[in-house]
């Protein structure tokens, strides 16, 4: 990670004035802007981390390793605040305390991880105490999809033909019908759409790019979005932000609908048919990528189309049709039941 404190002094105001977050905080987020390319939803999750990491240094009387500076540090560089691996594993104990989840105390420690790291490779202090700390374990939850007959029902709840209504059928026809997360619907651009190859560009995690099919329906809905009564209808007379000109998908106002937007329109429809409570956004990707495996897709198929790194990301969906399987099974096969009363 060396050379942050140049990529700092290249994005003005970087340190903003009155921030929670210190010095070499905010060079680390830098860092990661520009050098890794991470994402503003990802920077912010980073931030939160951080300051509250922090926060807790100082309401124990310590001085946050991140708010050092070479003015105080002495002539050997040591680092005065003394974090070491018992306090860090402290601030894990106190997340717990806290009701924290092991997936959220799991990214916690992620980005702590990464600011120590960062301070011994920019020389800053010598030793990294979460060098040899074990992340806590986090449990694999088994995604919660809905069954085809629910996802039917959802998307069946769309009535009207106003532009609202063609823009929440196309919302909700393209979060199933693709996969795609959340945020990488609401950034699509007009641009990135190609309807005669029945294909749709998506920019996921880590900016990077995937080609995912429009299935029939989604491509129907997205053609009445994009007809005489829906779009054009959004369209201001003037736009509030030049790049919001480009955006697929508008919020009543004219603008590009946000992430919070398009949550709404799904616990919306999720309220109408009786799914409020379990319907999300990511249920409806994971009951797309359940549903292709349950229908005998191949497993790597469906890691490129969800945009997963890692294979073992999608195999988790394997195990939820082995289970579906099993339910059937043993809820339909005489055999498979338990003993119970012999029948005549």
């Not at 500076?69 to 605040?81: F, N, P, T, W």
């Not at 629910?150 to 929440?168: F, N, Y």
């Not at 900016?207 to 201001?236: D, H, I, Q, S, T």
């Not at 398009?262 to 429809?269: F, M």
Request: proline share 6%.
């Amino acid at each position: 990670m060396g050379g942050a404190a140049a990529v700092t002094r290249a994005v003005p105001g970087s340190h903003r004035a009155g921030s929670a977050l210190s010095l070499p905080g905010e060079e680390l987020l830098s860092w990661l802007a520009v050098e890794k390319g991470r994402s503003p939803n990802t920077l912010a999750a980073y931030r939160r981390d951080l300051v509250a990491y922090e926060s807790w240094l100082r309401s124990r009387g310590q001085k946050p390793v991140a708010s050092l500076d070479h003015e105080h540090l002495d002539g050997a560089g040591v680092d005065e605040a003394r974090v070491d691996e018992a306090t860090v594993a402290q601030y894990v104990a106190h997340l717990r305390g806290a009701g924290l989840a092991p997936a959220s105390i799991a990214r916690s420690m992620v980005s702590v991880r990464s600011l120590h790291r960062f301070l011994v490779q920019e020389g800053t202090v010598q030793v990294d105490p979460t060098q040899d700390l074990k992340p806590p374990p986090v449990p694999q939850g088994l995604p919660k999809a809905l069954s085809e007959d629910e996802v039917g029902c959802l998307l069946a709840a769309v009535t009207g033909g106003g532009p609202a209504q063609l823009r929440d059928r196309a919302v909700l026809e393209l979060l199933y019908g693709t996969g795609m997360r959340i945020s990488e619907l609401t950034g699509l651009s007009l641009s990135d759409l190609a309807v005669e190859d029945q294909l749709v560009r998506v920019l996921g995690k880590g900016r990077k790019e995937r080609m995912v099919p429009l299935g029939r329906y989604a491509r129907e809905a997205l053609g009445a979005w994009m007809g005489p009564g829906g779009r054009p209808v959004l369209v201001p007379a003037k736009w509030a932000r030049r790049a919001d000109s480009d955006a697929l998908f508008l919020n009543l106002r004219g603008g590009r609908l946000t992430r919070q937007g398009a949550w709404g329109i799904v616990r919306l429809y999720g309220q109408r048919v009786g799914l409020d409570g379990r319907l999300s956004p990511h249920v409806l990707r994971h009951s797309c990528a359940t549903h292709l495996l349950d229908h005998g897709a191949d497993i790597r198929v469906v890691q490129e189309l969800l945009g997963h790194a890692s294979i073992a990301t999608t195999q988790v969906y394997t195990k939820v049709s082995a289970e579906r399987l099993r339910a059937a099974y043993e809820s339909a096969h005489p055999r498979a039941r338990a003993a119970g009363p012999a029948r005549t």
